[in-house]
C-alpha cells in the first residue's frame, strides 16, 4: 500500500515564507510525477507545482516567481518552498503523485491527506 503524508502547513502573516513537504512510502516500483495542488473554500483543487521525473517543474501562474518546487528522488519525497505568501493562497494543500507500486501493475494516481495553509495578519 502506498502512503503519501505531508508536513510542514500553519499559520503565516502575509508576505512570509512556509515549506511543505510529502515523502511516499509503501509498495513503491517507479514514481513518475510528483506535485502539489490546492483547494481553497468553495473552490475547485487547482494544480500549483507539478515535477514530472527527470524535468523540470511547472507551476501555475499565480505561484510563479514566489513558489518553488523540489523533489529528492532517493527520499521519495516532494518539496514546496513557499515565500511572499498572500491570504489568497490559503487553502488546503494536497501532495500527488503518480506511481506505480508493481512493475507489472498500471501507474496509479496517489493523494496525501492535505495540510492546511492559512496567510492571514
Known amino acids: 500500500q502506498v502512503q503519501l503524508v505531508e508536513s510542514g502547513g500553519g499559520l503565516v502573516q502575509p508576505g512570509g515564507s512556509l515549506r511543505l513537504s510529502c515523502a511516499a512510502s509503501?509498495?513503491?516500483?517507479?514514481?513518475?510525477?510528483m506535485g502539489w495542488y490546492r483547494q481553497a473554500p468553495g473552490k475547485q483543487r487547482e494544480l500549483v507545482a507539478n515535477i514530472i521525473s527527470g524535468g523540470a517543474p511547472n507551476y501555475a501562474d499565480s505561484v510563479k516567481g514566489r513558489f518553488t518546487a523540489s523533489r529528492d528522488n532517493a527520499k521519495k519525497t516532494v518539496y514546496l518552498q513557499m515565500n511572499s505568501l498572500k491570504p489568497e493562497d490559503t487553502a488546503v494543500y494536497y501532495c500527488?503523485?503518480?506511481?506505480?507500486?508493481?512493475?507489472?501493475?498500471?501507474?496509479?494516481?496517489?493523494w496525501g491527506q492535505g495540510t492546511q495553509v492559512t496567510v492571514s495578519s
Open positions: 500527488n503523485a503518480v506511481i506505480r507500486g508493481f512493475m507489472a501493475s498500471p501507474p496509479r494516481d496517489y
Open positions: 509503501g509498495s513503491i516500483f517507479a514514481i513518475y510525477n
